[in-house]
Nanobody, 119 residues
Framework: QVQLVESGGGLVQPGGSLRLSCAAS????????MVWCRQAPGKERELVVT??????NYADPVKGRFTISRNNTRNTVYLQRNSLKPEDTAVYYC??????????????WGQGTQVTVSS
């Protein structure tokens, strides 16, 4: 079983910065991809960024403002978010997919962390 724990959410003013973390733990043999998604009130969950061994892929609304990085030793990804806008307000979720020690695939979600951008 694989668990994901997000942290770093909170209240920030427009134009500010915030870094989110997502730590994966449990029966992890490999992590093929980690993803950040977000869900704003009244809207569907949307993809923010994906990171794999091949590289990263950002959604258009966050390009140039958000940066994802990964610490493979700690099975952790970080999402540095700069120039935050009110429309970035959402619950941010982390997702990881890969293979467990049993070699069976997994797809795990974190519980989400609230980010509010407001003056």
């Amino acid at each position: 079983q694989v668990q994901l724990v997000e942290s770093g959410g909170g209240l920030v003013q427009p134009g500010g910065s915030l870094r989110l973390s997502c730590a994966a733990s449990g029966s992890i043999f490999s992590i093929n991809a980690m993803v950040w998604c977000r869900q704003a009130p009244g809207k569907e969950r949307e993809l923010v960024v994906t990171i794999t061994s091949s590289g990263t892929n950002y959604a258009d609304p966050v390009k140039g403002r958000f940066t994802i990085s990964r610490n493979n030793t700690r099975n952790t990804v970080y999402l540095q978010r700069n120039s935050l806008k009110p429309e970035d307000t959402a619950v941010y979720y982390c997702n990881a997919e890969g293979n467990a020690f049993t070699r069976r695939p997994y797809n795990a979600w974190g519980q989400g962390t609230q980010v509010t951008v407001s003056s």
